[in-house]
């Protein structure tokens, strides 16, 4: 029996950064009594990169997608994939997902991946994207900007090889509503899947990268640390220094650094539990 019988669902998890880390993955399933005919995953990005079974992961990733029991947002790991499989980037010497390259199914699973959503609702309390959603924007508009980032990605490939350059620069852009073509689409992407720190008018930094306690550029905070009030909690991975232990009423870190021999971390939608994996321990 698959998904498309159930009107609801006995539990659904969102799961942090999974990295191709294939076998915490599977361990975390049982764990949590996982069941794919009843249950639903919800994953926050970057299923590949540097864990030691990038292929298998996106593959089980696709398979449970198909049978309604999976939705993914992307990461910036995963639009990186992308690029290389389209030759626009060579391989990250960090990335282990030279593999997926050489698998028979690789242009479906690539075809597959970058028709996915970059903002999802898990549930009526709460909205996913990798990174975040800045200050400077509404969960409404955040959901159409990435709905347009996620049409063209979707989009014909001549089309995509002519974008996929262009995702790339990190130079630092302010944001306008009025903003067109490439560049948008830059913006977008960089908020939805790297932003980690930005100014009160929501221009990114891209150096940083460590924890809460750890010296930040003058005028930078913690995206989540703006104050903008939302009718959902933002759940977002991509931190792995702030190890999934950011929690408010506004905000829930999942990324518990699996990759980095930290935890792989599930959190339980109908009650808030958050079940931890740690990489150390299968």
Known sequence: MTHQAYQTYRHQYVIGDLQGCFGVFLSLLRQIDFDET?????????????????????????????????????????????????????????????????????????????TQPLLVFPSDETVLTHAGIPPNWS?????????????????????????????????????????KGAKRLRLIA?????????DKNGVLEFGFKEGLL?????????????HAPRKRRVLFGHWAALQAKVASDDVRSLDGGCV????????????????????MDI
């Open 190 to 198: 960089n908020y939805l899947t790297r932003m980690r720190l930005c």
């Open 38 to 114: 009843k249950d639903k995953i919800w994953l926050a990005g970057d299923i590949v990169a540097r864990g030691e079974d990038s292929l298998s992961t996106l593959r089980e990733a696709k398979r449970l997608s198909d049978i309604g029991a999976l939705t993914t947002v992307l990461g910036n790991h995963d639009i990186t994939l992308i690029a290389v499989w389209r030759g626009i980037m060579p391989p990250k010497p960090k990335d282990k997902t030279a593999p997926i390259f050489d698998a028979p199914d690789c242009d479906e699973l690539l075809n597959w991946l970058r």
């Open 214 to 226: 750890d010296k930040m550029p003058a005028g930078y905070r913690p995206w989540f640390l703006w």
């Open 260 to 279: 980095w021999g930290g935890d792989l971390v599930a959190y339980r939608l109908s009650d808030g539990a958050v079940i931890r994996l740690q990489a």
């Open 139 to 179: 969960i409404d508009e955040a959901n159409s900007y990435a709905k347009e980032l996620q049409t063209a990605l979707s989009g014909d490939l001549s089309s995509l090889d002519k974008l996929l350059p262009k995702l790339y620069s990190k130079k630092i852009e302010p944001w306008h509503d009025d903003i």
